[in-house]
């Protein structure tokens, strides 16, 4: 087992990571930006290394200040959170090089799977279902709208390298195709540094349903069940659920064999999502995949009763899985909020600011996964999400309650976030009644 691990991240994920990690028995190293200096993960970790400015490509984005720190403090591995550099190829194979273990994915499988395009060439090869799309990246305007008549509109434009829903853009028909080919393009060189998009069919009204699945280097996956994360605003989740109460038995069993399969047709190591639409017809589409620990992981920590982090390091360490797939037991209903440091009565504008007065409700079968505290600093350089919220009770009825109750006592005085709407989310009657889609809250809330 490692002795050190360094986190390449920031915020929540970071201090949920030196908490696994304090567990072990591992030692920590937390990097930092100079407005993160007096970050919660800063004074948590068992060492603290500033790498650089508050921008996010002088410092958490800084593949080579971030080696020289991993090597400075002799950490044996790198646990790269979400988001930031976790999906990025380059950065593995330059942990290679130094003799640093990455932990998630081998460099080539992020480049097979994390890259939408070739991931759905990949599933297509492996016989799991695919909606229809380019077989190639795409990078010329033109030749992007003459791919796009081929394949039918509604088009969706993605980003390959994309995520958070950035990089993304719906085109209803030829006309208004180029411009929302364009601002896409431009905002997936700004997020990711790549200008690489591929285009896929836009399905009406479906569910966003995806699998967490979990492989060692001995040929072992796992699923430990599905998670609906239909409840989107512009392609960003918002509220997440596990199980997804659309599908049948019979179904959940197929999905996840499924994501199950994908992942061994590729020989995945370490923790992933499979990420499906399901349509109203009960068809279910592989979409993508993420190759790395994802926002929402703590929900199905909650039905499964499996650590993903500490699972993720047992992995990147050798070991075997410490469960199999007959031990995995999924049992109640667990939901989760993100509250985010936004406006939403004014377009969700990010509201950065100084956290006055906090106050984190507890609970059988409550949990908040926060790196906020009172007089903490929110900067305005990265994700306004400032805290999840995630309950757990015998039912999807009883966990709805139940978060309705935590949301109505958590306060965050200071900058606005969006708990009143979340409780209007949770409060619409359709959302209750499991009534819900991608589509959801442009259609019950508008813009």
Do not use: W
């Amino acid at each position: 087992m490692f002795g050190k691990i360094l986190i390449a991240n920031r915020g929540e994920i970071a201090v949920r990571i030196i908490r696994a990690c304090r567990e072990m028995g591992i030692q920590t190293v937390a990097v930092y930006s100079e407005a993160d200096k007096d970050a919660l993960h800063t004074q948590l970790a068992d060492e603290a290394i500033c790498i650089g400015p508050a921008a996010p490509k002088d410092s958490y984005l800084n593949m080579e200040r971030i080696l020289s720190a991993t090597i400075a403090s002799k950490a044996q591995a790198i646990h790269p959170g979400f988001g930031f550099l976790s999906e990025n190829s380059k950065f593995v194979e330059m942990c290679q090089q130094c003799n640093v273990a990455f932990i998630g994915p081998s460099a080539e499988l992020i480049q097979k799977m994390g890259n939408k395009s070739e991931a759905k060439n990949t599933m297509r090869k492996a016989g799991v279902p695919v909606v229809p799309g380019t077989l190639e990246p795409v990078y010329d305007p033109q030749e992007a709208l003459e791919e796009a008549k081929k394949i039918g509109f509604p088009v969706m434009i993605k980003a390959s390298s994309g995520g958070g829903g950035k990089g993304m853009r719906i085109a209803e028909n030829e006309e208004e195709f180029l411009g929302h080919f364009q601002m896409a393009q431009q905002e997936s060189v700004n997020a990711f540094g790549d200008n690489t998009m591929y285009l896929e069919r836009y399905v009406r009204k479906p569910r966003h349903v995806e699998v967490q699945i979990m492989a060692d280097k001995y040929g072992n996956v796992v699923h430990l069940g599905e998670r609906d994360c239909s409840i989107q605003r512009r392609h960003q989740k918002m509220i997440e659920e596990s199980p997804c109460i659309a599908l049948t038995e019979e179904q959940r069993q197929k999905m996840g064999m499924t994501a199950v399969e994908a992942a061994k047709a590729v020989g995945y190591e370490n923790a992933g999502t499979i990420e499906f639409l399901l349509d109203e017809s009960g068809e279910f589409f592989f979409m993508e995949m993420n190759t790395r620990i994802q926002v929402e992981h703590p929900v199905t920590e909650f039905v499964s009763g499996v650590d993903l982090v500490k699972e993720q390091i047992r992995v990147a360490a050798g070991l075997p899985l410490s469960v199999s797939q007959d031990e995995i037991h999924l049992s109640g209903h667990a939901i989760e909020c993100r509250i985010n440091a936004e406006d939403p009565e004014h377009g969700f504008m990010p509201c950065p600011g100084t956290i006055e007065y906090l106050h984190l409700p507890g609970g059988n079968g409550v949990r908040i996964d926060t790196a906020a505290y009172n007089g903490y600093g929110i900067p305005p350089y990265y994700d306004s999400m400032i805290a999840k919220v995630i309950v757990h009770d015998k039912d999807r009825e009883s966990a709805i309650r139940k978060m309705l109750s935590v949301l109505g006592e958590l306060v965050v005085d200071g900058p606005k976030t969006n708990i009143d709407f979340q409780y209007e989310i949770l409060n619409q009657p359709d959302f209750q009644k499991g009534k819900i889609t991608t589509d959801f809250i442009p259609e019950h809330f508008g813009e």
